[in-house]
């Protein structure tokens, strides 16, 4: 009866059953998610971001949260954020193609284009048959005016990718960088027709 009692006493408190605040803080995380999403979905970013930490808190939704932090930050235009979370998801999970090919991304956004450059360069390598990562870098290679290897890729693909939508785009760009670096070329050559073409060595090289 006393045990009774005591209950009867205690019911204003509102015992919970065990694991009860688990159960709420989990569907109130999920709130979060689903509320991040929509707020994604809108493109308000910031908000998106907002509630994709908010959603974290809870473990079981920490992963999917945090890729999805990553995207508004990217989204968002906050590129070192953004940044930062691919580089963690890839210290997680290495080998995944979509993780690496945003990471090139962020970095090109960046302004981080050689960077950028190379980690499409490799992922070239290793997905050949993408034609979406070698337009990728022939866009970085036609913004830092390296010209003989945007010659090359895109003759790489144009002949792997014939139908390829935007080739005619890049053979113009190409041949616009063309007509850009020749007139220094030719100033360079004319200020150099003076000198001897040869010219002897101040000192004997060491072999």
């Not at 890839?90 to 960077?115: C, F, H, R």
């Amino acid at each position: 009866m006393a045990i009774i009692s005591l209950f009867s006493c205690q019911s204003e408190y509102s015992f919970r059953v065990p694991g009860e605040n688990e159960i709420i803080t989990t569907n109130i995380s999920s709130e979060y998610f689903a509320i991040a999403d929509e707020y994604l979905n809108l493109k308000n970013y910031q908000k998106a971001i907002q509630y994709y930490k908010l959603a974290m808190k809870n473990k079981s939704l920490n992963a999917a949260a945090y890729y999805k932090l990553a995207r508004s930050y990217a989204l968002a235009k906050d590129y070192e954020s953004a940044e930062k979370c691919y580089e963690k998801l890839l210290s997680v999970d290495p080998e995944n193609k979509d993780l690496q090919i945003s990471l090139a991304y962020i970095k090109g956004m960046s302004g981080k284009t050689e960077e950028a450059a190379s980690l499409y360069k490799e992922l070239i390598e290793k997905f050949p048959n993408d034609s979406s990562l070698l337009e990728n870098y022939l866009i970085l290679l036609l913004f830092l005016e390296n010209f003989e290897e945007s010659e090359k890729q895109y003759q790489i693909l144009s002949e792997k990718f014939p139908d390829n939508a935007n080739l005619q785009s890049f053979s113009d760009k190409i041949e616009k960088l063309r007509e850009k670096l020749q007139p220094k070329e030719e100033t360079e050559n004319t200020a150099g027709s003076h000198e001897s073409p040869v010219k002897e060595p101040e000192k004997t090289p060491k072999l």
